[in-house]
């Protein structure tokens, strides 16, 4: 006979950046039955885990909800098990970052449930073994871990406890492949579940140890469930069921209990080191982009694989850790920086990090948002000490390479050797990043891009190519935007950066070199080309300068695309980055455009454009699909609006041409009220 504690977690998934519709679903079908179910049935025993941004929908939407929690937690047949308050990846934090999400999380779990929470879950399980310091340091005396993560040889459904430079935690295993599938009955998950715990009992070394014991250990593991699958559960009452015919059977003894009662009475504890690693459910989209492969190297898939698989986590996560250093390093006024470290914790929101949900544009919007609150806290830190623009040379994104980070009074911007073009632009106004962009890939947009869509990305076309490019289709690479640029000089005190690439173009392998020099002050910013022919041969091309805008706000009722004026042979051409806007006129091209400005409706923000000389300009909507991870299908990721300049070249051997444009933002006057 075999003995069972069994623990169910309720970990909800409903997200700060759903609407409110969601919310009140989710209470309505699952939420509010469970708490009945549990108040009519005081020998059944849950756990609970909220985070922050939930409880305040609760206290403001549910505030009975709440108050039925406090009666069961006296009657102590449920925990509130805490964490992050706004479920950050932990491993991704500074160790003071990581202590103030825990402390503000279990704050507020005091304050509603009057008692402190004394085990936590972290986010999508990424675990890393230095966690143990910070788990001590908030007085956490377990955490829930999946199963999964453990080594192989601890897997004895037993609290494990893992030491670290001379502290502990006890870990208590999460067994995901415990929870009811699909259409399962009671009877049958049941059977399931003693079927393999036998068959671990029947291979535990630690159980031949204690051969001599009177009873066999009890073994210990929580169950999760969430939104959907108590929903489902409750309406066929399964529950009800499940705990009928755990105590029919005479060859298996079940108990329901808390984490917290198993951390503290269990009779026996494994030992062991949990590697740093992540979900198994994430871990298998950490391989190839947005497709799903089983880890079948042996070695622990963690969260730092996920953000280097995906450019769009790994730029947040670039993002946040340089708000955290300036944060860090800011010796100024104590409040200012209090509510400057409030927004870096609303960024550090988990889904912002890892979201491919069902719902369409819902990883662009958590990402938005997060770009938004670090922003926020920049704002904040700015007003502590006298500002000072400035620009910068370091390995911002731990490439083993140099990028430029410019820190001005209207924006932030960040230039990459990569491509040699504008990665990151953060508007202070605003409060978001103009370039949270994409590139194309064949399996889900049907064309490959091989480069990152950022500001001032160059190209370099045959002429049957730039055709092709102006009217989105799909062309061979722009060749300098796939180029890692040199740097020539650097000027911190000039704000100047000079960069250098070389290519060969066409099927004659003509040797090109440009030269690439940023010049920026607080006006803006001056973008100077040399463009040199270095072959025996004349050379006939078009350069193209290509600037990106994400598309913002695609899922607010109020929605409105980026319009944008041309002046082209002293006339003004007006109209709307809508998905047909490339169909405006002919041949792709605007001819003799002197000035270019798009503008943001939604925030009040203009971009100007001005080059030294004519040029032909392009502009055209781009789409990005991708597959999401719970329901594997493919659906709309981002927007972006692209626009660039183009000029003709005819070099001869030996000869070279200069291009320039300026850039500058400008805000739109509030108009006043009549």
């Given at each position: 006979m075999i003995s069972l504690r069994i623990c169910p977690v309720f970990a909800g998934k409903i997200?700060?950046?759903?609407?409110?519709s969601s919310y009140k679903e989710a209470y309505e079908k699952a939420y509010k039955p469970l708490g009945v179910l549990l108040f009519g049935n005081p020998d059944f025993k849950f756990s609970f885990h909220f985070s922050g941004p939930q409880l305040e929908l609760f206290r403001k939407h549910n505030p009975e909800f709440v108050e039925l929690l406090k009666t069961l937690l006296v009657r102590k047949q449920i925990e509130i098990i805490g964490g992050g308050y706004y479920n950050p990846l932990f491993p991704l934090l500074f160790p003071t970052d990581r202590s103030a999400q825990i402390e503000k999380l279990s704050?507020?779990?005091?304050?509603?449930?009057?008692?402190?929470p004394r085990g936590m879950r972290l986010f999508a399980d990424s675990w890393d073994s230095s966690l143990v310091l910070t788990l001590d340091e908030c007085n956490m005396e377990y955490?829930?871990?999946e199963n999964a993560l453990l080594p192989p040889s601890k897997r004895l459904l037993l609290p494990l406890v893992m030491s670290y430079r001379g502290k502990t935690v006890k870990v208590l295993p999460v067994c995901s492949r415990f929870a009811p599938r699909k259409n399962e009955s009671p009877r049958e998950c049941l059977s399931r579940i003693v079927s393999?715990?036998?068959?671990?009992v029947s291979t535990c070394a630690c159980d031949v140890e204690n051969s001599e014991r009177e009873n066999p250990l009890i073994r210990v593991f929580a169950v999760p469930f969430d939104e959907e699958s108590v929903a489902q559960l409750l309406e066929k009452s399964w529950f009800e069921e499940f705990s009928a015919l755990a105590?029919?059977?005479?060859?298996?003894?079940?108990e329901f209990s808390l984490p917290n009662v198993c951390a503290k009475s269990s009779e026996a504890f494994a030992q062991g080191y949990i590697n740093a690693g992540i979900s198994p459910d994430i871990a298998?989209?950490?391989?190839?982009?947005?497709?799903?492969?089983?880890?079948?190297?042996g070695h622990p898939v963690n969260i730092y694989d996920y953000i280097q698989t995906y450019d769009a986590s790994r730029f947040l996560y670039n993002r946040m850790v340089y708000i955290s250093l300036l944060l860090n390093q800011c010796r100024g006024d104590k409040i200012r920086?209090?509510?400057?470290?409030e927004r870096l914790m609303a960024a550090q929101a988990g889904e912002s990090f890892i979201c491919r949900s069902k719902s369409e544009l819902e990883a662009f919007a958590a990402r938005q948002m997060s770009y938004k609150n670090l922003t926020e806290a920049e704002k904040i830190l700015r007003e502590c000490s006298p500002f000072k623009e400035s620009v910068t040379s370091y390995d911002y994104d731990g490439d083993g390479f140099c990028e430029y980070v410019c820190r001005l009074e209207k924006y932030g911007l960040c230039i990459t050797q990569a491509g040699g073009s504008i990665f990151e632009l953060n508007v202070i106004k605003s409060g978001v990043n103009y370039v949270d962009n994409f590139s194309r890939i064949r399996a889900f947009d049907g064309i490959d891009d091989n480069y990152f869509r950022g500001f001032f990305v160059d190209h370099i076309f045959e002429e049957n190519e730039a055709a092709k490019y102006c009217r989105g289709e799909t062309c061979r690479n722009g060749l300098f935007s796939a180029r890692r640029y040199r740097e020539i000089s650097f000027s911190s005190q000039k704000q100047e950066i000079l960069l250098e690439a070389r290519t060969k173009f066409s099927t004659m392998d003509q040797p090109i070199l440009l030269r690439k020099k940023y010049s920026v002050n607080s006006n803006g910013i001056l973008v100077q080309y040399i463009i040199r022919n270095e072959g025996p041969i004349a050379v006939k091309a078009k350069f193209a300068v290509e600037m990106n805008l994400a598309e913002l706000n695609l899922l607010g009722s109020d929605y409105k695309p980026y319009n944008f004026e041309l002046v082209s042979a002293g006339s003004v051409i007006a109209g709307t980055s809508d998905s047909a806007c490339h169909l405006a006129f002919d041949g792709g091209i605007v001819d003799k455009v002197s000035a270019m400005q798009i503008s943001d409706a939604n925030s009040g923000v203009s971009f100007v454009f001005t080059p030294n000389e004519e040029a032909g300009v392009t502009y055209f909507p781009v789409a990005f699909r991708r597959r999401n991870m719970d329901g594997d299908i493919v659906q709309n990721e981002s927007r972006t609006f692209v626009s660039a300049f183009i000029w003709d070249l005819d070099l001869s051997a030996g000869m070279e041409v200069e291009k320039t444009i300026s850039f500058a933002l400008s805000y739109a006057r509030k108009q006043r009220k009549k």
């Open positions: 997200s700060q950046f759903q609407d409110i704050l507020a779990i005091r304050q509603n449930f009057g008692r402190r955490v829930l871990l393999e715990v036998n068959e671990i105590g029919e059977r005479e060859d298996v003894r079940v298998k989209w950490c391989s190839v982009p947005y497709q799903k492969v089983e880890n079948s190297c920086k209090n509510a400057a470290r």
